[in-house]
């Protein structure tokens, strides 16, 4: 079988920091382009499950070990990333501790789920719309068309 | 940025025929390798959102037009799929409607849930036991790590 080409798949998560009053979210700046505020994240590596990879990009990230809680949805519009399509995972996480900024992110801050930075990289502001809903009544992200 | 090698992307549907008694679900035999019983799926286009993959390949080789009810859950196993690793969005679905094999299909039947044939090919099994539970209880697929 020839291989096939689809979009390159990518994994991100909201880390809740639990240990901390209003279990607040972390988001870093991105290093490379596209520039802004964003879920720590990046992309599958080939043998590895989503999960795997959404906890891999955390940790390279952050330094956070996360505990992954639920898929809150599948983004897949074809214009979310300008360097070409990506679908990413995004996972809600559960955190512990001080997250510092390594690897892609050259800086990182803690934020509640109401009050993120501005500007945001990606789809970020419609994921983070999405968690707000989870987050006030536990309905994951809508089916999109 | 050069393109980074991730694993491929598919979607497949768990179509209901809800005009029917006990909403019973629609299996293909695949033409192509791996042969065995399947939900109707495939890869993702690249500029297609996955739920829209979803339904295009259900319509391709079902010729029933579904709606989505649920992401049921992402199964990223690296072994899944004998041909490379390949990350599947699983969807549940409801139709109406006499489905027909066609494309990659060379047979369908209709099956209720816990009476599924066999073999079943890629993780499928697995996929139908989640799906069973979600029909009992509403529980989505666990992540898996």
New interface residues.
Partial sequence: ?P????????ADAIIELTDRPGRPIVLIQRA??PHGWALPGG??????????AA?REAHEETGLDIT?L??L??Y???DRDP???T?T?V?VAAAQGTPRAMDDACALDVFPPDGPPSPLAFDHALVLADYRAYRASGT?AP???
């Fill in positions: 079988m291989v096939p080409d689809t979009p390159l798949l990518a490379n382009p992309f599958v590596d080939p043998g590895e499950r989503v999960e795997r906890m992954l639920a898929l949805g599948l897949s519009d074809p360097r070409g399509h679908v995972a996972y994951l089916l999109r068309l």
